[in-house]
């Protein structure tokens, strides 16, 4: 069984920043790819961020320059650092992981961390 736990959500000011960490745990053979996704209300699930188990990283428009993604190998954790935060950027955040595990490799998605910007 396999868990992607999430933690570092809350409410900010514009500007400010946070820190999400998301940590895999369970029969886990390989971490491959991992990433952050949001969801704002009333709009669909988007990707924010992801990083390879090589640390290649790719980011979504929006969020470029501002925020950074980065991953601890040896603790199965995945970091999202967010910086100049705006009121845009308020949205469910999920980290998302592609495990391989004895039954196969499939995506695995954490429970969600709320983020709210507004002063």
């Known amino acids: 069984q396999v868990q992607l736990v999430e933690s570092g959500g809350g409410l900010v000011q514009p500007g400010g920043s946070l820190r999400l960490s998301c940590a895999a745990s369970g029969s886990i053979f390989r971490l491959n790819a991992m990433g952050w996704y949001r969801q704002a209300p009333g709009k669909q699930r988007e990707l924010v961020a992801t990083i390879t188990s090589s640390g290649n990283t790719n980011y979504a428009d929006s969020v470029k320059g501002r925020f950074t993604i980065s991953r601890d190998n040896a603790k199965n954790t995945v970091y999202l650092r967010m910086n100049s935060l705006k009121p845009e950027d308020t949205a469910v955040y999920y980290c998302?992981?592609?495990?391989?595990?004895?039954?196969?490799?499939?995506?695995?998605w954490g429970q969600g961390t709320q983020v709210t910007v507004s002063s």
């Open positions: 998302n992981a592609e495990i391989r595990t004895f039954t196969g490799t499939k995506g695995y």
